[in-house]
């Protein structure tokens, strides 16, 4: 049964009850994931993709019902305060939300949410790695995403839709893709459904949805404007960002607590500003923060993306081990972090601003030395194609950086 228009926090609590009752019942079920480091695109394109779709199912839908997960468990949401800061935007908390935790744990996973129980839609990735990768890759069966193609979805994805655009954020991607079913809601709210969903008949049902349409074009909106700098990010920013962006903002100025109040470039330094803040996060916490993994030729390869310097980082690691010298204190907590997840491969990618306000981007490329020719073939077909200039790690001085 399709769900009934309703907010955004009516739908996550039905979902999370629903899919612990569906897995228990042995039930099908539908599930709209984002990538691995779970950051704010791949939030609100799961969460909104699954909304609208479960508002109005394709006729051949495999379930009527569609649940988003946050591919991280629960713990590692607080590690994401601009979750926290745009969640007082969208009037939920983060135990609406359904992740990792939610699922059969991994040694039973594959028997008790058996493969062809499932199907899954991917946003903001267009392959599903990791444990789950194992186990429902066939099953993938849809996908809206904005990075390179990598040939691991269906051609045939009907009745969901494949798309792999480049964009500034998928959201817009999304956006777009659920536009005709976000007006004919939105036209439809002149009904009593609004009205009724809060207990009351004799409520004010457009002002009601109004509010909810508002809720949902600021989670949309959050990622767009931060995966684009509020639309001023050269070479980055495509039409999709851009009509997704125009699209939403009159969504927001049409409900009532926000037609007087809103400002846009606030709302963008608001829910970017959070995302920086990291200030007072462990290393190891601000590493696993924006973390990818997969396996290329049986080696399993890491990725960590971080909003502050390599600089920041090695200060940082020596502040948590003062007894150390500052740069064998960020190589054993390299070290670490790799032994921990069995890496032959560790990147760390910054980007922040310099003292002098221009943006930089740094990569820190760590390898055990059997995969060092991973390494080196990496620097020698990318590093002039991307302007890379190689340092070791003690060229980096305790600079900080101004992000």
């Known amino acids: 049964m399709a769900f009934h228009y309703n907010s955004l926090r009516a739908f996550l609590s039905h979902a999370k009850s629903s899919l612990a009752n569906a897995i228990k019942q042995n039930q099908k079920v539908t599930i709209v994931i984002g990538n ?29 019902f569609y649940f988003p997960i946050l ?11 601009e979750f926290l800061a745009l969640f007082n935007h969208a009037n939920i908390t983060p135990s609406h939300l359904i992740t990792l935790d939610d699922l059969p744990p991994p040694a039973n996973l594959k028997d008790v949410l058996k493969p062809d129980n499932t199907r899954w839609i991917l946003v903001d990735h267009n392959k599903l790695e990791g444990d789950l990768g194992s186990i429902y890759t066939s099953r993938v069966h849809g996908v809206i995403d904005h990075h390179e193609e990598e040939e691991a979805v269906p051609r045939e994805t009907v009745p969901e839709p494949r798309i792999i655009e480049k964009s500034g954020s998928c959201t817009s991607l999304v956006v777009r893709n659920f536009k005709a079913t976000w007006n004919a809601i939105s036209s439809n709210s002149s009904s009593s459904q609004a009205g009724h969903a809060q207990g009351d008949p004799f409520i004010n049902e457009s002002a009601v949805s109004k509010g909810w349409d508002c809720q949902v074009a600021k989670l949309a909106l959050a990622s767009i404007l931060v995966d684009t700098s509020n639309l001023r990010a050269e070479g980055k920013v495509r039409d999709a960002d851009k009509e997704a962006v125009a699209y939403l903002e009159p969504k927001i100025l049409l409900a009532a607590k926000d037609s007087k109040t ?19 996060f462990a290393l190891n916490d601000i590493l696993r923060k924006d973390y990818k993994q997969w396996t290329e030729k049986e080696k399993k390869l890491g990725v960590s993306s971080v909003v502050k310097s390599l600089e920041f980082l090695v200060e940082k690691s020596r502040n948590e081990n003062p007894g150390k010298e500052k740069h064998e204190a960020f190589e054993d907590a390299i070290e670490k972090f790799m032994d921990d997840r069995d890496l032959s491969v560790f990147a760390i990618m910054t980007h922040s601003k310099s003292l002098d306000k221009q943006f930089q981007r740094q990569l820190l490329l760590q390898s055990r030395p059997d995969s060092a020719d991973l390494v080196s073939q990496f620097e020698a077909e990318t590093a002039k194609e991307l302007g890379l200039e190689l340092l070791s790690i003690d060229d980096v001085d305790e600079q900080q950086d101004s992000s």
């Open 262 to 280: 809103w400002d846009r470039k606030q709302f963008y330094k608001e829910i970017n500003s959070a995302k920086k803040n990291i200030d007072n």
């Open 36 to 64: 691995q480091s779970a950051d704010l695109d791949s939030l609100t394109s799961s969460i909104i993709y699954a909304y609208f779709r479960s508002i109005n199912p394709p006729r051949n839908a495999f379930t009527s």
């Open 71 to 81: 591919n991280i468990p629960a713990s590692d949401v607080l590690l994401r305060p």
